[in-house]
């Protein structure tokens, strides 16, 4: 199967290179003897990669004797998996009840605003993605984000700014 190359029909999205393809190929050869590999591929595909590309889910489809429909099922369900590059840094905004109880509701709002997308959208610079999650166990340090894997708690509107501003320096490669 390693010659079999990705290929975006759509025109729409990201193109997969062929170094991609190759990963896709490679981390389904590794993963599909294990059982039931269709989560741990999809989420190796999302690390090496950055996302699950569409193109990808035929290829992931055929390595597993799976339907494309299958594949795509799974991708689309569960909100962690990204079908897009995303930002160079992930934000999440933590809405479970007890961030919820002290002040959530007002950082998603403040974040929203502040980074000009909804939840799943990528800023327009392309460094700062914003989704949510229904809890960061955390829960008395609410509320809280993770940037990445770095865990905050207690971010206040002017923290969450702060946080934000080192995020962008990260992201354009400044100290």
């Given amino acids: 199967m390693a010659n079999v190359q990705i290929v975006n029909t759509k025109g729409l999205g990201a193109v ?7 990963a896709v190929v490679s981390i389904c050869a ?8 269709l989560i741990p591929i999809l989420h190796a595909v999302q690390e090496k990669i950055g996302f699950v590309p569409s193109e990808s889910v035929p290829l992931i489809a055929r390595e597993l004797n799976l339907s494309i429909a299958e594949v795509h099922g799974v991708v689309s369900f569960y909100h962690y998996f990204r079908q897009d590059p995303g930002g160079r840094h992930t934000v999440h905004l933590c809405r479970a009840e007890a961030c919820q109880a002290v002040g959530a509701g007002a950082l998603e709002g403040h974040a929203k605003r502040t980074l000009e997308v909804d939840f799943h959208g990528t800023t327009r610079d392309g460094a700062i993605r914003l989704e949510p999650v229904y809890c960061l166990g955390n829960c008395a340090l609410g509320p ?32």
């Fill in 144 to 175: 809280s984000v993770m940037i990445d894997h770095e865990l905050h708690g207690r971010v206040s509107p002017q923290r969450f700014d702060q946080l934000m501003q080192d995020t962008r320096a990260a992201a354009a490669g400044k100290p």
């Fill in 30 to 37: 590794e993963l599909k003897a294990i059982p039931a590999p």
């Fill in 16 to 22: 997969v290179s062929r170094v991609q393809t190759d």
